[in-house]
Nanobody
Framework: QVQLVESGGGLVQAGGSLRLSCAAS????????MGWFRQAPGKEREFVAA????????YYTESAKGRFTISRDNAKNTVYLQMNSLKPEDTAVYYC????????????????????WGQGTQVTVSS
């Protein structure tokens, strides 16, 4: 079992940047594909970005392409989400998620594919 803790959220003005971190404990992160999801008030949780175990495969939702970058440091058991050019519509609670996988290229884009979840970190972008 792996435990996930997100950090790095906060209040930022539109156009600003934040870097979210997801620290894992309990198991080595290199065994897991990782994803970032977000949930705004009154909306369903939605996919943001995903990365394969080795970091060789990444996926982004359309709205995140060109602005967000997902990365991982398996030696530090941490996954990151660098968010640039933030917009008010990016306001949400951001969650990281993990799923063990034997496929080095796997990176799920659906919340239902993930087994473990963090508690979330709030990101608020003011206009």
């Amino acid at each position: 079992q792996v435990q996930l803790v997100e950090s790095g959220g906060g209040l930022v003005q539109a156009g600003g940047s934040l870097r979210l971190s997801c620290a894992a404990s309990g198991r080595t992160l290199s065994m897991y594909a990782m994803g970032w999801f977000r949930q705004a008030p009154g909306k369903e949780r939605e996919f943001v970005a995903a990365i394969s175990r080795t970091g060789g495969v990444t996926y982004y939702t359309e709205s995140a392409k060109g602005r967000f970058t997902i990365s991982r440091d398996n030696a530090k058991n941490t996954v990151y989400l660098q968010m640039n050019s933030l917009k008010p519509e990016d306001t949400a609670v951001y969650y990281c998620a993990a799923r063990s996988s034997s496929l080095g290229t796997y990176a799920g884009r659906s919340a239902g594919e993930y087994t473990y979840w963090g508690q979330g970190t709030q990101v608020t972008v003011s206009s």
